[in-house]
């Protein structure tokens, strides 16, 4: 019996869970256990209502399950950046869920942008890093006669390097900063040269450390060192800009691939659309040792919200890693063989060029699973 809590969020969020549960608990049945499912009502309405994100009693509560399944988050009602930082980004910091692990795999009948490019040639992974960098939250923005105390980190700068005196002269400033640590490098690319070790072994560091020398020079460095206790995986370096040029050319020569927290944020919209769009893109937010995160990597649709034409298969895919996450591989693997069925049959939604409903994928899928 696996505990595990479930999350709809806004928009599409709570149907196109409503398919992944469905899914999920047909593979249990399949393949003998159990999911006790406990729902947690967080999301804009709630927020609206009340003015609460997400309480202190309750990520205390989550912290007792192995897994969440997060639908979706984003609402018109709230500015940008209340609900993203307020409940998916706090959740992720919260539960220390480090590793962000992206699959990038054209599956069987998925139509790509990229010409002659096949499944075999797109099948890879991006491990991003999911706690640090340009997500740690430090950072201000003052108006010139305002009370400037928030800019004392760049006033020494602005001053010695350009003259400026941040107090009076530049009207208005802004400033956050990327930070990187050690441990926290190392952490996650250990997960990703174990991950390689796993499959083609194969690992690409991908960073800026040509420019920002001193945050990524450290990632290098780290990516180096940990490098030594893995020597029968290959290595490489590509420069975020270049890298997605390659994942557009030649994106067969792509194992596993380990970045920090906004380029992975950034390759991997590309890597999606790569394997055939947002709908199709499942992430984990991964804590080896703690409680870890399923979601489809797109966002709310708010104006599909209700209509039962989402594409659930991002969400159900994000339930195979959660299954792969919790040890049952066979069970994962099932979910994804049926998904390629689902396709292959033209049995999706309408994005996809099927007529089925999101409710229809879903039963469609589950049936599948449970006689597969
Ligand atoms: C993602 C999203 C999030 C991120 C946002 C919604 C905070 O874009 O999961 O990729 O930037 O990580
Ligand atoms: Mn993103």
Known sequence: MYKVAS???????????????QVLDAAGEKFGFDI???????????????????????????????????????DERVKPGILEKGILLA??????????????????????????????DIDFVVVRENTEDFYVGIGARAK?????????????????????DVETDADELAYQIGVLSRQGSKRVMEYAFDLARSRDKKLTS???????TDVYGLWREVFEETA??????????????????????NPEWFDVVVTPNMFGDIITDLGAMIQGGLGLAPGGNINPKGTSM????????????????????????????????????EAADAIVSSIERSITSGSVTKDMGGSLSTSDVGDWIAKDVLNG
Do not use: C
């Open 36 to 74: 006790d499912w406990t729902d947690y009502d967080i999301g804009a309405d709630r927020y609206l209502k009340t003015g609460e994100l997400i309480s202190e009693d309750e990520l205390k509560e989550l912290s007792g399950f192995p897994a969440i399944y997060f639908g979706a988050i984003g």
């Open 228 to 249: 030594k206790g893995y020597p029968d995986v290959k290595t490489e370096y590509n420069f975020v800009d270049a890298v997605t040029m390659w994942f557009v050319k």
């Open 294 to 329: 399923f979601e489809p990597i797109h966002g709310s649709a708010p104006k599909y919200k209700g209509k039962n034409v989402a594409n659930p298969l991002a969400t159900i895919w994000a339930g195979a890693l959660l299954l792969d996450t919790l040890g049952e591989k």
């Open 144 to 164: 010139a006669g305002k009370q400037r105390d928030e800019l004392s980190v760049v006033r020494d700068l602005y001053n010695v390097k350009f003259g400026i």
């Open 7 to 21: 999350i709809g969020g806004d928009g599409i969020g709570p149907e196109i869970l409503a398919t992944g549960i």
């Open 206 to 212: 991908v960073d800026k450390a040509n420019v920002l």
């Open 91 to 120: 959740l992720r910091f919260y539960f220390d869920q480090y590793v962000n692990l992206r699959p990038i795999k054209l599956l069987k009948g998925v139509d790509t942008p990229l010409a002659n490019k096949k499944p075999e």
